[in-house]
């Protein structure tokens, strides 16, 4: 007999004035580090900022090429710096940012699948879950506890 398997994920939706003022910090970081990304293809400029257990804030941006669309997203670009330079170290927070070169407005952004299989293996090497924010047009920012709210049924699960 078949069986349903459900799993459940919320969203906190925070207005920028919830945000606590390291939290408001960690997403401007992530903004600062979006204007330094490498996006001649795409134009579109992405930024992550990581807080390491340590207290430490780590940026990383997306990083384009001629052969687009192979690239580096900028959550994978902070992760692996975080892992290659503090591999002791667990990642704690993490802030997507993202707009159109043109636009001053952002744009709604979540972690893509291959992002968010890598939040997975540092949520899984650490044991620890890394909350992620990501601001969306209106100002405000989504909340996800961990990465089971963005990939439910990830490789871990069965």
Not at 13 to 36: G, H, N, P, R, T
Not at 58 to 74: D, K, S
Not at 100 to 122: H, N
Not at 138 to 157: M, Q, R, W, Y
Request: charged share 25%; net charge negative; with cysteine.
């Amino acid at each position: 007999m078949s069986k349903k398997i459900e799993k459940t994920v919320t969203l906190e939706s925070l207005s920028w004035e919830e945000l606590s003022e390291d939290l408001q910090f960690l997403m401007d970081k992530a903004k600062q580090a979006a204007e330094k990304a490498y996006a001649p293809h795409s134009n579109f400029l992405v930024g992550a900022a990581l807080l390491l257990e340590n207290g430490e804030i780590l940026t990383g941006n997306n990083q384009e090429n001629a052969a687009f669309p192979v690239g580096i997203c900028a959550e994978r670009v902070v992760l692996g710096y975080a892992h290659a330079n503090y591999p002791h170290l667990s990642p704690t927070k993490i802030a997507v940012v993202a707009r159109k070169r043109e636009q001053e407005s952002y744009s709604f952004v979540t972690p893509c699948g291959t992002c968010r299989q890598t939040i997975c293996e540092y949520e899984t090497k650490f044991n620890k879950a890394i909350e992620i924010y990501m601001l969306v047009p209106n100002g405000e920012v989504l909340k996800a506890s961990g990465i089971d709210d963005l990939l439910p049924f990830k490789f871990t699960d069965f």
